[in-house]
T-cell receptor, first 115, second 113 residues
Framework: EPEVTQTPSHQVTQMGQEVILRCVPI?????FYWYRQILGQKVEFLVS????????KSEIFDDQFSVERPDGSNFTLKIRSTKLEDSAMYFC?????????????FGEGSWLTVV | GNSVTQMEGPVTLSEEAFLTINCTYT??????LFWYVQYPGEGLQLLLK?????DKGSNKGFEATYRKETTSFHLEKGSVQVSDSAVYFC????????????FGAGTRLAVHP
């Protein structure tokens, strides 16, 4: 079964450093997402991306965050200058369509620890 | 705003017991509703979904019915197994957004032999 893959599975970084989390969405999907889950808290929406541009973003997704689809297969989340509170599990996801109810498939997550 | 409320866990059951995890939602418009499951050390997997009122989603013995009148989408299973131990997330697809999911807090289920 096709799946969303994410790398790295775990990264430890110093506060203030830049981090890039990578994702390969399911190949025929057109809509891409990042979510995050701080330990013990809810899974929260960060951003959705379609046709090479952001379609929606949350209040969390401030100027420190950016997303990119650098080629036909990868989708990346960059955190420019990490803070302690960015420590979380980051989930990449994709869906074939963007309408309400279309199934969103998640990767296994990238656990980011900022020290 | 749109939101999802789940019963707090952990829920601890013996094998073959009946499971109910309550989920209620608040939304404008007509959201789609989902249950996702997260097994230990793994990502989020779709368990089932329902896209309109009175729809019943079902998978792997789990089922949930979209109840518009009570704004609920409770998850049930008639006989749980140890392998069902996981965290279960109720979610809605924001009808005003680009298929954005809004999640509940998650309910941890522990099933003992």
């Amino acid at each position: 079964e096709p799946e969303v893959t994410q790398t790295p599975s775990h990264q430890v970084t110093q506060m203030g450093q830049e981090v890039i989390l990578r994702c390969v969405p399911i190949s025929n999907h057109l809509y891409f997402y990042w979510y995050r889950q701080i330990l013990g808290q809810k899974v929260e929406f960060l951003v959705s991306f379609y046709n090479n541009e952001i379609s929606e973003k949350s209040e969390i997704f401030d100027d420190q965050f950016s997303v990119e689809r650098p080629d036909g297969s990868n989708f990346t989340l960059k955190i420019r200058s990490t803070k302690l509170e960015d420590s979380a599990m980051y989930f990449c996801a994709s869906s074939e369509r963007g309408f309400t109810g279309n199934t969103i498939y998640f990767g296994e997550g990238s656990w980011l620890t900022v020290v | 705003g749109n939101s999802v409320t789940q019963m707090e866990g952990p829920v601890t059951l013996s094998e073959e017991a009946f499971l109910t995890i309550n989920c209620t939602y608040t939304a404008t418009g007509y959201p789609s509703l989902f249950w996702y499951v997260q097994y230990p050390g793994e990502g989020l997997q779709l368990l089932l979904k329902a896209t309109k009122a009175d729809d019943k989603g079902s998978n792997k013995g789990f089922e949930a019915t979209y109840r518009k009148e009570t704004t609920s989408f409770h998850l049930e299973k008639g006989s749980v197994q140890v392998s069902d131990s996981a965290v279960y997330f109720c979610a809605l697809s924001d009808p005003g957004g680009y298929n954005k999911l809004i999640f509940g807090a998650g309910t941890r289920l522990a099933v003992h032999p």
